[in-house]
């Protein structure tokens, strides 16, 4: 079984100035430093932040599902903003789906704001299907909103 899905977030900063942030592990930084209570701690296992780079994701106690969640950058498109990673260890993995990859497409709405898209993308044996019910984008959700406010304040405080 496939599926897909897709949470938008209106974030008024130049599509830029957010791409600068969650193309690179600035994202991972200020996520330990904004959402430890649901993020726990991000740690990059291998890499510099480019294509092939491993982050380790240990949620914070009380988030219900895995422990932990490690991913592996898969794609880095500058010119389209687009970012994509995969599930490798922990995280929807252990729950039995075959494939799940996160996709960050940072899209221009005008010269001040942008939308963040995030997409989860899956794929589960049939016999599983009940468990895809699991898959939700509420920790994108979090992070945009987090991400967007932090950098919303930080526009405002260097005019």
């Not at 895809?132 to 932090?150: D, F, H, L, W």
Request: charged share 30%; hydrophobic share 35%; glycine share 8%.
């Amino acid at each position: 079984m496939h599926g897909h899905l897709s949470q938008d977030a209106l974030i008024k900063v130049p599509a830029a100035v957010v791409w600068d942030v969650y193309r690179t592990l600035e994202l991972a930084r200020l996520l330990n430093e904004l959402l430890q209570d649901v993020f726990g701690k991000i740690e990059v296992v291998q890499g510099d932040g480019g294509v092939g780079t491993i982050l380790k994701i240990t949620f914070a106690p009380g988030i219900p599902g895995p422990s932990y969640l490690s991913e592996i950058f898969t794609k880095i498109d500058d010119e389209m903003r687009v970012k994509e990673s995969e599930n490798i260890e922990g995280g929807y993995k252990d729950l039995g789906f075959e494939r799940c990859g996160f996709r960050l497409h940072i899209i221009e709405k005008d010269v001040e704001s942008c939308i963040v898209r995030s997409t989860i993308e899956y794929e589960i044996d049939d016999k599983l299907k009940d468990i895809a019910s699991q898959v939700n984008t509420r920790p994108q959700e979090i992070m945009n909103g987090c991400i967007g406010k932090y950098l919303e304040e930080k526009m405002r405080s260097a005019n």
